[in-house]
């Protein structure tokens, strides 16, 4: 039971890690780019973010269901979008303007796809990294 916890714990230090890195790669693509390569990028990351978040929550969640989470919350924001209450929130806080978004966009809802399809990549090749170590040192 102790190794399971301390591969937990290990996990979710990586994956508040790659939250970290995240949101980096978010503030540097805004500060060199602009208009949709800096908005799209910024929609990818969203979503990465997103997946990130949840295996820090539950860090033995699978890759693919990360994804999945990830890109269902991503899209389910874009479409509260069309209720125009993200755009009310936001007049009012910088923060729902962050995380909420104002204004629907449909090409966002193909970008979170490719940040979901992102994060889902790097996840299954750590965990195929970490079981593959697991089994080595165990033979």
Known sequence: MGAVRTMSMVSRVM????????VAAGLGVGAVAEGDIAKYAGDALYTVLICTLVLVGAPRTR???????GLAVSWAVELLQLTGLPADLSRHSAVARLVLGSTFNA??????????GAAWAVAASVDRLARSARSARSA
């Open 15 to 22: 994956a508040a890690g790659a939250a970290v890195l995240t």
């Open 107 to 116: 090409p966002d809802l193909l970008w979170y796809a490719v940040g979901a």
């Open 63 to 69: 890759p693919l269901a990360a994804a999945g989470i």
